[in-house]
């Protein structure tokens, strides 16, 4: 990571408001798991790019990791604002609710996050377990069923849970 952040610090020295170096000076203390350093480097790059949602959808990261789910959860709305096309946006915003125990708008960004990439396995095998955890068990077995043909094994006990209601062949 050394040499990274040399190079970033260059840039930066170079020209201040390089929104893209600020950005990745991020990531890169998000790596090293520096929270302080990764969060003054991300508002940086929002403040001197406030149309990109990255670094916006960075903190929310951040922010959901040091369990500041409210937080979070305003910066991944934000990032949301601006790019409302990105799945993974919507999926960790649906985690982040999940946490905080308002599961309808949880299923709800879940079934946005399928929506926008029908491929997106993680986000069906989540909207499975909470609607399983809801009492919605039909709901569960059908995106459950979705998962596993894109590749998702649950481990057993879920699926000795949803064995009584799966539809017989």
Same mark, same amino acid.
């Given at each position: 990571?050394?040499?990274?952040?040399?190079?970033?610090?260059?840039?930066?020295?170079?020209?201040?408001?390089? %929104?893209?170096? =600020?950005? /990745?000076? !991020?990531?890169? $203390? *998000?790596?090293?798991?520096?929270?302080? #350093? +990764?969060?003054? @480097?991300?508002?940086?790059?929002?403040?001197?790019?406030?149309?990109? %949602?990255?670094? =916006?959808? /960075?903190? !929310?990261?951040? $922010? *959901?990791?040091?369990?500041?789910?409210? #937080? +979070?959860?305003? @910066?991944?709305?934000?990032?949301?604002?601006?790019?409302?096309?990105? %799945?993974?946006?919507?999926? /960790?915003?649906?985690?982040?609710?999940?946490?905080?125990?308002?599961?309808?708008? +949880?299923?709800?960004?879940?079934?946005?996050?399928?929506?926008?990439?029908?491929?997106?396995?993680?986000?069906?095998? /989540?909207?499975?377990?909470?609607?399983?955890?809801?009492?919605?068990?039909?709901? +569960?077995?059908?995106?459950?069923?979705?998962?596993?043909?894109?590749?998702?094994?649950?481990?057993?006990?879920?699926?000795?849970?949803?064995?009584?209601?799966?539809?017989?062949?």
């Amino acid at each position: 990571y050394a040499e990274a952040l040399q190079n970033y610090k260059q840039v930066i020295k170079v020209n201040p408001r390089h %929104a893209l170096a =600020l950005l /990745n000076m !991020g990531v890169v $203390y *998000d790596r090293m798991r520096e929270d302080a #350093l +990764a969060e003054k @480097y991300y508002l940086e790059a929002a403040s001197v790019d406030s149309q990109n %949602a990255a670094p =916006l959808f /960075n903190l !929310g990261l951040l $922010y *959901d990791k040091s369990k500041k789910y409210e #937080l +979070a959860l305003d @910066y991944l709305n934000r990032a949301i604002k601006l790019n409302s096309k990105k %799945a993974d946006f919507y999926f /960790n915003k649906a985690n982040v609710l999940a946490k905080l125990d308002r599961v309808d708008g +949880a299923i709800a960004a879940y079934q946005k996050t399928v929506s926008l990439d029908p491929n997106h396995m993680d986000g069906y095998a /989540n909207l499975s377990i909470v609607s399983y955890l809801t009492g919605k068990y039909e709901d +569960a077995v059908e995106y459950y069923e979705e998962a596993a043909m894109l590749g998702y094994q649950a481990p057993k006990e879920f699926l000795q849970a949803l064995e009584p209601y799966r539809k017989s062949p």
